[in-house]
């Protein structure tokens, strides 16, 4: 009877004598421990130990019982498979035979449980120490649990929530229809992600990241619903800057050329849509360059803003005037029935702008340029089109200014000019007239020169020294970009390796990658790459610098590209940042390394220039990127971009464009701010 309640017990059973081994073991003993019955007894029972702890478990055995007393609790053991297992035992001594006691022991394998123990540690832990505020109610919605995180976002702790809905945090700025597709998505979906406007303890509105699932019983029943949320309002306050400074101009305020682009591409489609004619007017500004030099370039932004609204105050609501960029706007004119019709608008223009503008107590006068091109009439190419305008705005400048010009036939005499340069640049790279001038870069913590960025310059024998504005895009246009780069970078290697001997083994050289560039050849045909293994240099000696354009709508071989510099460890650093299109996406993508401040915003550090500049910093921080400040021109640009943490910064306050002789000459002149 005793072995058939042993054989039918659900628990493990054993009996073991004083000498440590096996009397008789139970079918649940052996399936704990994986063993058959006649494997385990007369064996000793320290077998299902592991073999360090079997001689004191032994010792402990036989002081139990020949002293009695307690001998359980919690083991680990080792299945024959090599399991290691988590056992609950109790013993008892049990029928004394030839002086000594047996011992009867009854064993649970609780090593699921322990698992199941283990997790929910864990998973306590994780909601007491969770950065994302939780939120747990019953199944009417009812309040049931908050962790720490809901109370430091929110205010509310525990006691002031719970049994309530979560109701009492509306915000007021969602709809009904907002909760009514909030709970449909519970309803059919189990889950509701989205982000929502909610209300801290304190009264102000905050925007947090919610995720709400529903947890189900067996039947289908709703037990609870578990809202996990954090608050997102900076990281939407970031973003609100960095779509604003991707699409409007940071001086005017107006549409910069990224969102012209799109309203141009808009209102030629509905022109072809409707059959009817768009009018495109740039409008260049004559002698601001004067205002700039006399009066400071906190000036001329303030003329720049005024403009702005002289010019918006001359338009219909349905028209766009965006800056694209300097002392040049741009209009767009929807809806014309005919082409003379922008004739009106244009004088119009013309006669506000000339009346004087009071700027810091000055009179200023200035007068503009406008170059008007009809679409479809002149190009029904948005880039000819664009390009006719320009032609037209040139036109205008070499009537006078301050007068207005159509696109015309005629103007192709410029194209031919344009021409004639171009056959020039072909023979400079061969004639050798081009040369590369150097930048230097201030690292704003040490004051040490610590890069350079190479700049080229065209020594033209009749014109004589050309800058890079004039020439550079003409070298895109015709692909000369792409032997120029590489003689630039190839320039820039040599001297590099240079300076790393004589001065810092640690320099950097920034150089210039077109888009051209980039689309024109793959990584392994960019020859200068090769002449960094030549003089001995690592990847990270060389930045290269490129524009935000580059990255939007990026053709997969520009992809590539990037992807194989960043690989082969070039450093990438983003030019003009926040002039053109801003997505923080790529600069994940691409693992950017520097974001250049535009010059734009340093000018404007007294303004929302300094907004600007600490939100590009502090996001860049946040991404691990540094950050360069590019036009820095005064020791209080210079201070200021050092308090709010930008990392290096160039400009003339440091030093102009230097030929590599002269730059040399700087670097061993450049004092050591940690010399005594």
Request: hydrophobic share 45%; net charge negative; glycine share 6%.
């Amino acid at each position: 009877m005793f072995q058939a309640i042993l054989d039918r017990c659900p628990v493990g059973i054993a009996v073991i004598d004083y000498d440590g081994n096996y009397v008789t073991v139970n079918p649940a003993y052996c399936a704990i421990y994986g063993y058959e019955p006649q494997e385990m007894v007369s064996h000793p029972f320290t077998m299902v130990f592991p073999v360090e702890d079997r001689q004191p478990i032994l010792i402990r055995h036989q002081r139990f019982l020949s002293e009695g007393g307690k001998l359980g609790g919690e083991w680990t053991v080792v299945r024959r498979d090599g399991t290691v297992l988590s056992v609950w035992s109790e013993s008892v001594r049990f029928a004394k035979r030839e002086g000594f006691f047996n011992r009867l022991v009854y064993v649970l394998d609780i090593t699921e449980r322990k698992k199941t123990q283990e997790q929910m540690r864990i998973a306590a832990t994780v909601y007491e120490t969770s950065h994302e505020a939780i939120l747990v109610t019953d199944g009417d919605n009812n309040i049931i649990a908050v962790n720490p995180a809901f109370t430091r976002v929110t205010g509310y702790d525990f006691a002031e929530v719970v049994g309530r809905n979560p109701r009492i945090f509306k915000s007021g700025r969602h709809d009904d229809a907002f909760f009514r597709e909030m709970w449909r998505s519970l309803n059919e979906e189990d889950m509701w992600i989205g982000e929502v406007w909610d209300r801290r303890k304190s009264g102000e509105d905050y925007v947090k990241e919610l995720t709400i699932t529903v947890v189900k019983d067996a039947s289908g029943a709703v037990l609870s619903y578990v809202g996990m949320f954090s608050d997102i309002t900076l990281r939407k306050k970031n973003e609100e800057i960095i779509w604003r400074q991707a699409n409007f101009d940071a001086v005017t305020g107006l549409p910069n050329r990224h969102m012209f682009q799109d309203r141009l591409e808009q209102g030629a489609r509905k022109a072809t849509r409707e059959g009817r004619i768009m009018a495109l007017m740039l409008i260049d500004l004559d002698h601001f360059k004067e205002v700039n030099d006399s009066l400071g370039h906190r000036a001329g932004d303030a003329l720049l803003a005024e403009v702005s609204f002289r010019i918006a105050g001359c338009l219909r609501a349905v028209d766009t005037v965006a800056r694209l960029g300097g002392d040049e706007f741009a209009v767009i004119f929807s809806d014309l029935s005919h082409a003379r019709d922008g004739e009106r608008v244009a004088r119009t223009l013309l006669a506000s702008l000339a009346e004087p503008f009071f700027i810091e107590r000055e009179s200023v006068f200035v007068s503009a340029s406008i170059g008007i091109a009809i679409f479809p009439d002149d190009s029904d190419s948005l880039e000819e089109l664009f390009k006719n305008a320009d032609q037209a705005m040139y036109a205008a400048k070499a009537a006078g200014r301050n007068c207005f010009s159509y696109f015309t036939p005629a103007m192709q005499q410029a194209a031919l000019d344009r021409l004639r340069m171009s056959n020039d640049l072909r023979r400079a790279l061969d004639a050798a007239q081009f040369e590369v001038h150097y930048q230097p870069i201030i690292h704003l913590m040490t004051g040490r020169v610590v890069k350079a960025e190479a700049l080229v310059r065209w020594l033209h024998p009749t014109r004589g020294m050309i800058g890079p504005a004039e020439f550079i895009p003409l070298a895109e246009d015709t692909g000369l970009i792409v032997p120029l780069g590489d003689w630039v970078a190839r320039q820039a290697i040599a001297r590099l390796a240079q300076w790393r001997r004589a001065f810092n083994p640690e320099f950097q050289i920034a150089v210039n990658q077109s888009p051209a560039q980039f689309r024109s050849n793959d990584f392994t045909d960019v020859g200068w790459v090769q002449e960094l293994e030549r003089y001995g240099l690592e990847g990270n000696a060389v930045v290269i610098e490129i524009t935000e354009g580059l990255l939007l709508n990026a053709e997969p071989r520009v992809n590539k590209n990037l992807l194989m510099f960043r690989d082969a460890g070039i450093q990438i650093a983003i030019d003009d940042f926040g002039t053109g299109y801003s997505s923080l996406a790529y600069l994940r993508k691409f693992d950017i390394d520097y974001l250049k401040i535009d010059r734009s915003f340093v000018e404007d550090l007294d303004g929302i220039g300094l907004d600007l500049c600490e939100a590009i910093v502090v996001m860049a921080h946040r991404l691990g990127l540094e950050v360069v400040a590019e036009g820095v021109e005064t020791e209080r640009q210079r201070d200021i971009l050092a308090r709010i943490g930008c990392d290096y910064a160039q400009g003339y306050l440091f030093s102009r464009p230097l030929p590599a002789e002269s730059f040399t000459a700087l670097l061993s002149a450049w004092p050591d701010p940690s010399a005594p």
